[in-house]
């Protein structure tokens, strides 16, 4: 997993997981194509198993996981099709992948939500999120939520890369941030989407709470470059000068 690789190697001292981790396919209202065996079950082990990788990658890290429109899902069916099933111990997200017993934070939209609205945890001067906003091009949406909501942010949600910084007129320098995605391009909902690879490494000081915001994007073949190290599919290398 090319991802693992990175956190073993650089081993942040906070993962945060920015919503749509899952994607609760068999639970959604839209019109879906059958999945062809993978059912619901399958989908929530595969989460478990690499949540349970994370946590081994990463031994003392601080991981956060946002609850994204996605796994808002289940939250949803439970409203329209079980509410008396709604908030009982075993059928949230955070019991049914264990979370606790991995230390793993789960940051849900508030507990009256009955749809998906903007979710977002504070890391010093930066807003991380899941907010309700998208738009065709990259980094339009977190335009909007930078003019709108007038703090720094970083969103998740559109599957694109993008940034918008803006200058207030008392001289704070606002940054909006699109983070890509870590998700298949192919879905059977969109054709030859316009999405990207790729995460985010944010260094923040505690005390003043400044931060600064490194975007690694992935390429087609799998690879990115990070400190003088290539990483992909077939492992690590060091970047000569001469490469």
């Known amino acids: 997993m090319l991802f693992k690789l990175f ?32 059912d619901f079950k399958r989908e929530i082990e595969t989460g478990k198993k690499i949540l349970r990788s994370f946590r081994r990658s990463l031994p003392r890290a601080r991981i956060t996981w946002i609850e994204g429109n996605h796994e808002f899902r289940l939250r949803k069916y439970l409203i329209q099709n079980a509410r008396e099933l709604y908030g009982l111990p075993g059928v ?42 998208v738009s065709k091009h990259g980094a339009y949406a977190a335009k909007v939520l930078v003019e709108e909501k007038g703090v720094s942010l970083l969103q998740g949600h559109t599957h694109r890369f993008g940034a918008h910084a803006r ?8 940054l909006g941030i699109e983070n890509s ?15 990207q690879l790729g ?16 975007p690694i994007l992935i390429a087609r073949d799998y690879r990115f470059a990070w400190r003088n190290r290539e990483y992909g599919l077939d492992g690590i290398r060091r970047i000569s000068r001469s490469s």
């Open 92 to 133: 949230s997200v955070p019991d049914i992948f264990d979370l606790k017993r991995l230390e793993i934070e789960y940051a849900p939209c508030h507990e009256m939500a009955t749809k998906f609205t903007n979710n977002f945890i504070r890391v010093g001067d930066l807003y991380v999120g899941h907010w309700d906003k």
């Open 199 to 214: 995460f985010s490494v944010i260094y923040f000081q505690p005390k003043s709470g400044r931060f600064q915001w490194f």
């Open 7 to 38: 956190l073993r190697r650089e081993r942040p001292d906070w993962l945060i997981l920015n919503g749509d981790f899952q994607d609760f396919w068999e639970i959604s209202s839209h019109d879906l194509t059958p999945r062809g065996g993978k």
């Open 167 to 174: 200058t207030t007129v008392d001289g704070r320098v606002l």
């Open 181 to 195: 995605s870590m998700c298949a391009r192919r879905q059977s909902y969109v054709s030859r989407p316009n999405w």
